[in-house]
């Protein structure tokens, strides 16, 4: 960058994994970062962070400072999400994070997280082939937005892969009693969503959103490096994503991760994460999803650029 440019930063710090991106002041990438933290291990039980899963993220932290001073990052908004949400000491946790970036995390609830990844899920879609039905597959939630250029409604509802995996999925591989099981109450939480935002049922188009979500389309092309212009905007069918959850929910962890296309991180909490996919597309009777790599980053570097936000940080 130039003497004088302006940068951005927004990260991401998600029930299973923790993200940055930095952009200059046209928006334009400069940086990405994604690293599988596992913040929100345990915490569906104990509602606690655990202490060595505030370790890895803050050690994470620690190395994107890095980013942030090679770029000279003037603003920066970094959102904790479902995990932080559950857990009773996240203030313990914010605390070593801005001792360990320089900012505090904000935390989102599941309605903001969900306009914000609406934001850059839709920026680069013409509105005219909307209503979009915007799903964020996260680690701890999901979130659902629909709309065409502006959000018309938003739910989150606590449905996510490390959630799901912990709460139903303990055997290797799972027991079609527990997959049957995470179904029926992926369905009752789909009720609710329907429910409480009724125009999800009117949607034109479903845009996923996600780690879970990627990968299943990675795992689906075969890709043994991870490409994420393939990966971004790539229609990933109804009938390939029951294909791939099909193959991943019956190979014991060790055949799973020989799968082209899913990293090691994954492995374990990819059924769980699959499953919500599936679940969806079968529900509102999606034939098809797209498969989008901007997300709740980039809306919160539009709202950076674009918005009265400002952060400042040590």
Same mark, same amino acid.
């Given at each position: 960058?130039?003497?004088?440019?302006?940068?951005?930063?927004?990260?991401?710090?998600?029930?299973?994994?923790?993200?940055?991106?930095?952009?200059?002041?046209?928006?334009?990438?400069?940086?990405?970062?994604?690293?599988?933290?596992?913040?929100?291990?345990?915490?569906?039980?104990?509602?606690?962070?655990?202490?060595?899963?505030?370790?890895?993220?803050?050690?994470?932290?620690?190395?994107?400072?890095?980013?942030?001073?090679?770029?000279?990052?003037?603003?920066?908004?970094?959102?904790?999400?479902?995990?932080?949400?559950?857990?009773?000491?996240?203030?313990?946790?914010?605390?070593?994070?801005?001792?360990?970036?320089?900012?505090?995390?904000?935390?989102?609830?599941?309605?903001?997280?969900?306009?914000?990844?609406?934001?850059?899920?839709?920026?680069?879609?013409?509105?005219?082939?909307?209503?979009?039905?915007?799903?964020?597959?996260?680690?701890?939630?999901?979130?659902?937005?629909?709309?065409?250029?502006?959000?018309?409604?938003?739910?989150?509802?606590?449905?996510?892969?490390?959630?799901?995996?912990?709460?139903?999925?303990?055997?290797?591989?799972?027991?079609?009693?527990?997959?049957?099981?995470?179904?029926?109450?992926?369905?009752?939480?789909?009720?609710?969503?329907?429910?409480?935002?009724?125009?999800?049922?009117?949607?034109?188009?479903?845009?996923?959103?996600?780690?879970? @979500?990627? %990968?299943? #389309? !990675?795992? =689906?092309?075969?890709?043994? *490096?991870?490409?994420? $212009? +393939?990966?971004?905007?790539? @229609?990933? %069918?109804? #009938? !390939?994503? =029951?294909?791939?959850?099909? *193959?991943?929910?019956? $190979? +014991?962890?060790?055949?799973?991760?020989?799968?082209?296309?899913?990293? =090691?991180?994954?492995?374990?909490?990819?059924?769980?994460?699959?499953?919500?996919?599936?679940?969806?597309?079968?529900?509102?009777?999606?034939?098809?999803?797209?498969?989008?790599?901007?997300?709740?980053?980039?809306?919160?570097?539009?709202?950076?650029?674009?918005?009265?936000?400002?952060?400042?940080?040590?």
């Amino acid at each position: 960058m130039s003497d004088g440019a302006v940068a951005v930063a927004a990260i991401d710090c998600g029930t299973n994994s923790t993200r940055i991106l930095v952009a200059d002041g046209d928006g334009r990438p400069l940086a990405r970062r994604n690293t599988i933290t596992r913040l929100g291990q345990g915490v569906d039980q104990s509602r606690r962070l655990a202490p060595d899963a505030i370790e890895r993220v803050v050690a994470t932290l620690r190395s994107y400072r890095g980013l942030l001073d090679e770029h000279r990052v003037s603003k920066v908004r970094m959102a904790a999400t479902s995990a932080a949400r559950d857990a009773t000491n996240r203030d313990e946790f914010f605390a070593a994070a801005e001792a360990a970036l320089g900012w505090r995390p904000e935390l989102l609830s599941g309605d903001e997280e969900g306009r914000l990844s609406f934001a850059g899920a839709t920026a680069d879609l013409d509105a005219a082939d909307g209503p979009f039905l915007v799903v964020d597959i996260g680690g701890g939630s999901t979130e659902f937005v629909v709309g065409r250029d502006e959000p018309t409604g938003a739910i989150s509802i606590d449905v996510g892969c490390v959630r799901v995996t912990e709460r139903f999925l303990h055997g290797d591989p799972p027991h079609p009693g527990e997959l049957s099981d995470a179904l029926s109450v992926v369905r009752v939480h789909l009720d609710d969503v329907v429910r409480e935002v009724p125009e999800t049922m009117d949607a034109a188009r479903l845009i996923g959103l996600a780690g879970s @979500v990627t %990968t299943v #389309a !990675a795992v =689906e092309l075969g890709l043994a *490096t991870y490409d994420r $212009e +393939r990966i971004h905007h790539f @229609v990933l %069918t109804r #009938a !390939a994503a =029951e294909d791939v959850f099909r *193959t991943l929910a019956t $190979e +014991r962890r060790d055949d799973r991760r020989a799968n082209p296309g899913l990293e =090691e991180a994954r492995v374990d909490v990819i059924v769980g994460g699959a499953l919500v996919l599936v679940a969806v597309m079968r529900y509102f009777d999606f034939d098809e999803c797209l498969v989008s790599e901007a997300d709740i980053l980039d809306g919160l570097v539009e709202s950076m650029l674009s918005g009265p936000f400002s952060a400042s940080g040590s």
